[in-house]
């Protein structure tokens, strides 16, 4: 997407001067090369804030997209949970520019990243988590990580399901790994927003553990049902 040349030069560019290009630039990217197809916004137009939205992870266009459809088409501020370690890749940092978004330490006991979670929606503002932690190399739905269940319980936020395909095509993983080396190409790019939710409570005598597994599964499973059938993974 970027030359070397141009990515050097964004390195060095003051916050605000790389904040303009990036915007302007992967914005036109995403008109130019996306097909967007979008069902279910009538699901959440009076729904009570703040939400948590959840959902699937293909790409490293998801945040843009969401963005697009939720932020901007929509009028709801969001801002979107992010791995750390993205902001060592430029072409994802530019994204950056382009999202609100809050750290968080993959993998890790994370209580820095996960009060600020709760901060932004305990301040009446929105987040959006994508619960694999990751993009799926080959489209169906991963088992997701842990923590949705207390994130929702500290901040008594709704949950907002949201099943995303196509992406993966608009911009597909580079089997590498190398980020930079990504790039947009014409997809259609399907939204299907489901309707609010909030998480059941704790059964009686129920283990943690086991009650977070089950909370978060049952998330999941709203989000495959928003997707085809394919992409659903663990969760068919």
């Known amino acids: 997407m970027l030359s070397p040349k141009l990515a050097k030069l964004i390195e060095i560019l003051p916050g605000p001067m790389v904040g303009v290009i990036a915007k302007k630039a992967l914005n036109s990217y995403l008109n130019k090369y996306a097909n967007l197809h979008i069902e279910g916004i009538e699901n959440i137009k009076n729904t009570k804030r703040p939400i948590i939205f959840i959902c699937n992870h293909l790409s490293n266009s998801d945040g843009l997209v969401l963005n697009k459809v939720l932020n901007i088409m929509n009028n709801f501020d969001v801002t979107f949970v992010l791995g750390v370690k993205l902001n060592d890749d430029v072409i994802t940092k530019l994204g950056t520019y382009c999202v609100k978004t809050t750290p968080v330490k993959p993998n ?26 990751t993009r799926s190399r080959n489209g169906a739905m991963l088992e997701a990580r842990k923590g949705l269940s ?25 089997k590498e790994g190398e980020m930079y080396k990504e790039d947009f190409h014409y997809a259609d790019v399907y939204i299907n927003v489901g309707e609010a939710f909030y998480l059941d409570k704790k059964h009686a005598g129920e283990d943690r553990k086991d009650y977070e597994k089950r909370a978060v599964d049952e998330a999941m499973y709203r989000i495959a049902e928003l997707v085809p059938e394919e992409y659903r993974g663990v969760y068919k």
């Not at 820095?112 to 009446?124: D, F, P, Q, Y």
């Not at 936020?157 to 993983?173: C, N, R």
């Open 150 to 174: 207390l994130i929702a319980k500290l901040s008594k936020a709704i949950i907002v399901p949201i099943g995303i395909s196509g992406s993966e095509k608009l911009m597909p993983i580079n």
């Open 108 to 133: 890790t006991a994370d209580k820095e990243g996960l009060t600020k979670m709760v901060n932004i929606l305990r301040s009446n503002n929105n987040i959006l988590i994508f619960p694999e932690g």
